[in-house]
């Protein structure tokens, strides 16, 4: 199954979460957000992945989840 762009989007949240500390969050704001950035927050809360609607802390299994994308990112973009 190809990646949706609805999934495209979630990744790009979770790729935005620092792995090197569990003290440190995202905050999503609905006026500077686009549309496609909200809802995928919004389906990561849904999922259990993020501790708030709008980005949060990432949950156990949000962590495990950015890794992974954090990791499949930087094997096809290396910096």
């Known amino acids: 199954m190809p990646y949706t762009q609805d999934i495209v989007e979630e990744l ?36 259990g992945l993020v501790s708030l609607e709008d980005g949060g802390y990432l949950t156990h299994l949000g962590h495990e989840a950015a890794e992974q994308a954090q990791m499949l990112l930087s094997l096809l973009h290396p910096a």
């Open 12 to 47: 790009n949240v979770l790729v935005r979460y620092n792995l090197d500390t569990t003290l440190e969050g995202i905050k999503v704001h609905k006026s500077t957000a686009t549309p496609a950035t909200i809802a995928a927050t919004q389906r990561l809360y849904a999922k």
